[in-house]
């Protein structure tokens, strides 16, 4: 089995450009081996809809780390191993934003794996929102909390593995530079 970093961003408004959170879960022989969670001072306004989602603010960002700062401490762990997300391509584009807009040279693009895309094939018959997946496998939630949601991810992941899916076969490429 390879090793995966399983991520979930949390986003301070509509635009979806900037992180108010991330959560990390590490995957390594088959099982968690690390975790990491911080909020993120996206440096632009909060809408009331995400914090209501979230509840993130900025009173609650503030002191914490931009992202430049936090990617000093992330880079290392978002490149030890294939990406995974519930719902990936949204993750994605949210990591690509930041990386962009601060200038951020990382890699032209990544491997990822959405957990959505792969549940939609081996479970086609329900719905695959992040919330019924965890009650349907017994999984522990605090819906819209980026830890929470990327452990969540992690053990959905494993469970396909468990349910003997390649989950590899589902790897695509995200492209990071426009």
Not at 38 to 52: A, C, K, W
Not at 72 to 95: P, Q, W, Y
Not at 132 to 159: P, Q, T, W
Not at 169 to 176: A, D
């Amino acid at each position: 089995m390879s090793d995966y970093v399983v991520f979930d961003v949390e986003t301070p408004n509509r635009a979806s450009n900037r992180m108010s959170a991330i959560g990390i879960t590490v995957i390594k022989n088959g099982g968690i081996t690390d975790e990491f969670y911080s909020l993120v001072d996206p440096e632009t306004h909060f809408d009331y809809f995400n914090i209501q989602l979230t509840g993130i603010s900025e009173k609650s960002v503030k002191g914490s780390p931009t992202f430049p700062e936090l990617w000093r401490k992330i880079e290392s762990t978002m490149s030890g191993g294939i990406l995974v997300a519930h719902n990936a391509v949204f993750d994605m584009s949210v990591l690509k934003c930041c990386l962009r807009d601060y200038g951020i040279l990382w890699k032209p693009s990544a491997k990822y794996i959405c957990t959505v895309q792969v549940g939609r094939k081996l479970l086609p018959k329900m719905s695959h929102k992040l919330n019924v997946m965890c009650e349907y496998y017994g999984i522990d939630l605090n819906h819209h909390h980026a830890a929470s949601d990327s452990r969540a991810c992690a053990e959905i992941l494993l469970k396909y593995v468990e349910s003997g899916a390649d989950i590899n076969s589902y790897i695509k490429s995200y492209q990071l530079t426009s």
